[in-house]
């Protein structure tokens, strides 16, 4: 099995960043891992994802902000928030799937980022 665990969040002022982290445990190998925020009575939304390989993808109201990145030697995955604006401001889920499936099964408790 594979456990998520968050850490990062915060409040920050518009403009600020934030680094959130999420640290693996458990079978990782060949895992696609991601991003995903809720706002309160908004669904959840994709933010960026980064495939086995490396491979990044974002949402297209993030691009040029965020930056998806994972250390594989430390089984952690890393989302830097830059130029954050309040429309940010949401609960923040890491998430995982096997790379050949399209649903993410594995998922993080959050961690929630606030920018005023």
């Known amino acids: 099995d594979v456990q998520l665990v ?10 600020g960043s934030l680094t959130l982290s999420c640290t693996t445990s458990g079978y990782t190998y060949g895992l696609c891992m991601g991003w995903f925020r809720q706002a309160p009575g908004k669904g959840r939304e994709e933010v960026a994802s980064i495939d086995s390989g490396g491979t ?17 030697a430390k089984n952690t995955l890393y989302l830097q928030m830059n130029s954050l604006k309040p429309e940010d401001t949401a609960m923040y889920y890491c998430a995982a799937r096997a790379c050949g499936f ?15």
């Open 6 to 15: 968050e850490s990062g969040g915060g409040s920050v002022q518009t403009g």
């Open 56 to 72: 990044s993808k974002y949402d297209d109201s993030v691009k040029g902000r965020f930056a998806i990145s994972k250390d594989n």
């Open 102 to 116: 399209s649903a993410f099964r594995y998922w993080g408790q959050g961690t929630q980022v606030t920018v005023s």
